[in-house]
Protein backbone atom coordinates (compact mmCIF):
# COMPACT_ATOMS: atom_id res chain seq x y z
CA UNK A 1 0.00 0.00 0.00
CA UNK A 2 2.68 2.60 0.57
CA UNK A 3 4.61 1.78 -2.37
CA UNK A 4 1.29 2.36 -4.01
CA UNK A 5 1.16 5.41 -2.30
CA UNK A 6 4.33 6.73 -3.28
CA UNK A 7 3.94 5.69 -6.86
CA UNK A 8 0.60 7.92 -7.49
CA UNK A 9 2.08 11.21 -5.60
CA UNK A 10 5.55 10.55 -8.01
CA UNK A 11 2.71 10.31 -11.22
CA UNK A 12 0.57 13.45 -9.42
CA UNK A 13 3.89 15.30 -9.11
CA UNK A 14 3.78 14.94 -5.26
CA UNK A 15 0.04 16.67 -4.99
CA UNK A 16 -2.73 15.03 -2.78
CA UNK A 17 -6.59 15.62 -3.35
CA UNK A 18 -7.92 18.73 -1.90
CA UNK A 19 -4.46 19.95 -1.42
CA UNK A 20 -2.61 22.70 -3.60
CA UNK A 21 0.85 22.36 -3.07
CA UNK A 22 3.29 18.77 -4.01
CA UNK A 23 4.28 16.88 -0.95
CA UNK A 24 7.45 15.18 -0.62
CA UNK A 25 8.21 11.38 -0.44
CA UNK A 26 7.81 10.68 3.29
CA UNK A 27 10.26 7.31 4.01
CA UNK A 28 11.92 6.17 7.60
CA UNK A 29 14.84 4.61 7.73
CA UNK A 30 16.14 2.51 10.63
CA UNK A 31 20.09 1.87 11.51
CA UNK A 32 20.19 -1.55 13.36
CA UNK A 33 22.99 -2.09 15.51
CA UNK A 34 24.30 -5.67 17.09
CA UNK A 35 28.10 -7.29 17.85
CA UNK A 36 28.88 -10.00 16.27
CA UNK A 37 32.30 -11.19 16.46
CA UNK A 38 33.41 -8.75 19.17
CA UNK A 39 32.92 -5.78 16.42
CA UNK A 40 30.15 -3.62 15.53
CA UNK A 41 28.17 -4.63 12.95
CA UNK A 42 25.34 -2.91 10.99
CA UNK A 43 21.89 -4.38 9.47
CA UNK A 44 21.59 -3.68 5.49
CA UNK A 45 19.40 -4.76 3.17
CA UNK A 46 19.73 -4.71 -0.93
CA UNK A 47 17.55 -3.53 -3.30
CA UNK A 48 15.99 -4.90 -6.08
CA UNK A 49 16.82 -4.52 -9.62
CA UNK A 50 13.80 -3.52 -11.19
CA UNK A 51 14.17 -0.69 -14.31
CA UNK A 52 12.52 1.75 -11.82
CA UNK A 53 14.21 1.18 -9.06
CA UNK A 54 17.13 3.94 -8.20
CA UNK A 55 20.29 2.42 -7.31
CA UNK A 56 19.78 -1.01 -8.06
CA UNK A 57 21.17 -3.75 -6.33
CA UNK A 58 22.73 -1.67 -4.14
CA UNK A 59 22.80 -2.02 -0.05
CA UNK A 60 21.09 0.67 1.82
CA UNK A 61 19.47 0.91 5.30
CA UNK A 62 16.16 -0.76 5.88
CA UNK A 63 13.00 1.34 5.30
CA UNK A 64 10.69 2.49 3.39
CA UNK A 65 7.49 4.70 2.61
CA UNK A 66 5.42 5.76 5.82
CA UNK A 67 1.84 3.64 5.40
CA UNK A 68 -0.57 6.07 6.51
CA UNK A 69 -3.22 3.41 6.66
CA UNK A 70 -1.19 1.64 9.30
CA UNK A 71 1.34 3.30 10.77
CA UNK A 72 -0.11 6.04 13.51
CA UNK A 73 3.19 8.10 13.62
CA UNK A 74 6.78 7.73 12.57
CA UNK A 75 7.97 5.41 15.33
CA UNK A 76 5.61 2.84 14.58
CA UNK A 77 6.33 3.12 10.50
CA UNK A 78 10.52 2.34 12.00
CA UNK A 79 9.33 0.14 14.48
CA UNK A 80 7.36 -2.10 11.51
CA UNK A 81 10.13 -2.09 9.02
CA UNK A 82 12.48 -3.48 12.33
CA UNK A 83 10.40 -6.21 12.46
CA UNK A 84 9.64 -6.93 8.54
CA UNK A 85 13.48 -7.00 8.68
CA UNK A 86 14.51 -8.64 11.81
CA UNK A 87 11.74 -10.99 12.92
CA UNK A 88 11.75 -9.02 16.69
CA UNK A 89 11.18 -6.19 18.25
CA UNK A 90 14.24 -3.98 19.69
CA UNK A 91 14.97 -2.62 23.60
CA UNK A 92 15.61 0.53 21.79
CA UNK A 93 14.99 2.61 19.18
CA UNK A 94 15.83 6.42 19.55
CA UNK A 95 14.83 9.02 16.56
CA UNK A 96 18.00 10.01 15.39
CA UNK A 97 17.46 12.86 12.65
CA UNK A 98 15.37 14.22 9.25
CA UNK A 99 17.15 14.14 5.97
CA UNK A 100 15.58 16.04 3.01
CA UNK A 101 16.26 17.56 -0.15
CA UNK A 102 15.67 17.32 -4.01
CA UNK A 103 18.90 15.54 -5.22
CA UNK A 104 18.68 12.14 -2.64
CA UNK A 105 16.38 10.30 -4.32
CA UNK A 106 15.76 10.39 -8.13
CA UNK A 107 12.26 9.72 -8.27
CA UNK A 108 10.98 13.02 -6.45
CA UNK A 109 12.01 15.60 -3.55
CA UNK A 110 12.22 13.28 -0.34
CA UNK A 111 12.48 13.39 3.37
CA UNK A 112 13.19 10.67 5.67
CA UNK A 113 13.40 10.39 9.08
CA UNK A 114 15.97 8.07 10.91
CA UNK A 115 16.58 5.97 13.62
CA UNK A 116 18.84 3.93 15.61
CA UNK A 117 18.13 0.47 17.03
CA UNK A 118 19.87 -2.04 19.40
CA UNK A 119 19.58 -5.67 19.16
CA UNK A 120 21.43 -8.64 21.21
CA UNK A 121 23.56 -10.72 19.48
CA UNK A 122 21.64 -13.67 21.20
CA UNK A 123 18.33 -12.58 18.92
CA UNK A 124 20.09 -10.53 15.83
CA UNK A 125 19.68 -13.71 13.42
CA UNK A 126 16.45 -14.95 14.77
CA UNK A 127 14.36 -14.07 11.16
CA UNK A 128 16.78 -12.09 9.16
CA UNK A 129 14.85 -11.10 5.87
CA UNK A 130 16.38 -12.81 2.95
CA UNK A 131 17.71 -9.30 1.47
CA UNK A 132 18.86 -8.32 5.09
CA UNK A 133 22.95 -8.87 6.21
CA UNK A 134 25.09 -7.73 8.71
CA UNK A 135 28.18 -5.82 8.14
CA UNK A 136 30.77 -4.22 10.31
CA UNK A 137 31.84 -1.11 10.75
CA UNK A 138 35.11 -0.13 9.79
CA UNK A 139 35.37 3.73 11.73
CA UNK A 140 32.07 5.09 10.49
CA UNK A 141 31.15 3.08 7.86
CA UNK A 142 30.89 -0.09 5.85
CA UNK A 143 32.63 -1.39 2.98
CA UNK A 144 29.61 -1.41 0.03
CA UNK A 145 28.58 2.72 -0.66
CA UNK A 146 25.52 2.69 0.16
CA UNK A 147 22.10 3.96 -1.51
CA UNK A 148 20.43 7.67 -1.37
CA UNK A 149 22.56 9.57 1.64
CA UNK A 150 23.04 6.51 3.87
CA UNK A 151 26.53 6.54 4.44
CA UNK A 152 25.63 10.32 6.32
CA UNK A 153 22.85 9.03 7.61
CA UNK A 154 24.86 5.87 8.99
CA UNK A 155 27.84 8.02 10.29
CA UNK A 156 25.50 10.03 12.09
CA UNK A 157 24.44 7.01 13.88
CA UNK A 158 27.67 5.81 14.93
CA UNK A 159 28.42 9.11 16.33
CA UNK A 160 25.46 9.39 18.25
CA UNK A 161 25.55 6.45 19.70
CA UNK A 162 29.29 6.46 21.01
CA UNK A 163 28.76 10.08 22.40
CA UNK A 164 26.26 8.51 24.60
CA UNK A 165 27.96 5.69 25.47
CA UNK A 166 30.07 7.40 27.48
CA UNK A 167 27.40 9.06 29.28
CA UNK A 168 24.25 6.40 29.36
CA UNK A 169 23.72 2.68 29.72
CA UNK A 170 22.78 1.86 26.01
CA UNK A 171 25.69 -1.11 25.16
CA UNK A 172 23.43 -2.77 27.73
CA UNK A 173 20.68 -3.40 25.08
CA UNK A 174 23.29 -5.06 22.84
CA UNK A 175 23.73 -8.06 25.93
CA UNK A 176 21.61 -11.36 26.31
CA UNK A 177 19.77 -11.72 28.89
CA UNK A 178 22.32 -13.30 31.28
CA UNK A 179 25.90 -11.60 31.02
CA UNK A 180 28.63 -11.40 33.35
CA UNK A 181 30.86 -7.63 34.46
CA UNK A 182 33.76 -8.66 31.91
CA UNK A 183 31.45 -8.96 28.88
CA UNK A 184 29.31 -6.04 29.76
CA UNK A 185 32.64 -4.37 29.86
CA UNK A 186 33.77 -5.58 26.24
CA UNK A 187 30.90 -4.35 24.63
CA UNK A 188 31.41 -0.96 25.91
CA UNK A 189 34.72 -1.17 24.78
CA UNK A 190 33.60 -2.19 21.13
CA UNK A 191 31.08 0.57 20.73
CA UNK A 192 33.82 3.24 21.80
CA UNK A 193 36.69 1.71 20.21
CA UNK A 194 38.97 1.72 23.44
CA UNK A 195 39.62 0.33 26.73
CA UNK A 196 38.10 1.02 30.08
CA UNK A 197 39.54 0.57 33.61
CA UNK A 198 38.19 -2.70 34.91
CA UNK A 199 37.89 -1.54 38.83
CA UNK A 200 36.24 2.00 37.97
CA UNK A 201 33.91 0.55 35.12
CA UNK A 202 32.88 -2.43 37.60
CA UNK A 203 32.40 0.31 40.47
CA UNK A 204 30.12 2.51 38.15
CA UNK A 205 28.08 -0.44 36.47
CA UNK A 206 27.13 -1.77 40.39
CA UNK A 207 26.27 1.47 41.89
CA UNK A 208 24.16 2.35 38.80
CA UNK A 209 21.01 0.71 39.87
CA UNK A 210 20.99 -0.59 36.25
CA UNK A 211 22.01 -4.41 36.93
CA UNK A 212 21.26 -7.28 39.45
CA UNK A 213 22.98 -10.32 39.86
CA UNK A 214 20.95 -14.19 39.33
CA UNK A 215 21.27 -16.90 41.15
CA UNK A 216 24.02 -18.51 38.74
CA UNK A 217 27.50 -18.32 37.82
CA UNK A 218 29.49 -18.60 34.44
CA UNK A 219 32.12 -21.93 34.18
CA UNK A 220 35.12 -21.56 32.15
CA UNK A 221 38.59 -22.17 32.47
CA UNK A 222 39.12 -19.81 35.38
CA UNK A 223 36.86 -19.66 38.48
CA UNK A 224 33.79 -19.43 38.02
CA UNK A 225 31.85 -16.02 36.91
CA UNK A 226 28.81 -14.44 38.28
CA UNK A 227 26.12 -13.42 36.05
CA UNK A 228 24.05 -10.66 36.08
CA UNK A 229 20.90 -9.27 33.42
CA UNK A 230 19.45 -5.72 33.22
CA UNK A 231 17.09 -4.44 35.99
CA UNK A 232 13.31 -3.76 33.77
CA UNK A 233 14.03 -0.36 33.08
CA UNK A 234 12.43 1.63 30.12
CA UNK A 235 15.00 4.33 29.75
CA UNK A 236 18.95 4.47 29.89
CA UNK A 237 20.80 5.09 32.93
CA UNK A 238 22.45 8.46 32.72
CA UNK A 239 25.81 8.57 34.51
CA UNK A 240 27.32 11.59 36.21
CA UNK A 241 30.46 11.68 34.23
CA UNK A 242 32.08 9.92 31.22
CA UNK A 243 34.20 7.44 30.94
CA UNK A 244 37.82 9.15 30.98
CA UNK A 245 39.80 8.01 28.09
CA UNK A 246 43.45 6.35 28.81
CA UNK A 247 46.31 9.04 29.33
Not at 31 to 49: E, S, Y
Not at 56 to 67: I, M, Q, R, S, Y
Not at 110 to 135: K, N, V
Request: with cysteine; aromatic share 10%.
Amino acid sequence: MAERAGQKARESGGRTAGLDFPRPLTTVDVVIFTIRNDALHVLLVQRGAGDNEPFPGAFALPGGFVDIARDRDLEACALRKLKEKTGVVSPYLEQLGSWGSAARDPRFWSATHAYFALLPASIADRALAADAQWFPLVGERVKPKLAFDHDEILAAAVQRLRNKVEYTSLPAYLMAEEFTLPELQRTYEIVLGRPLEKSAFRTRMLSADLIEPIAKMRKGPNRPAQLYRLKAAKEPVYFARTFNPPE
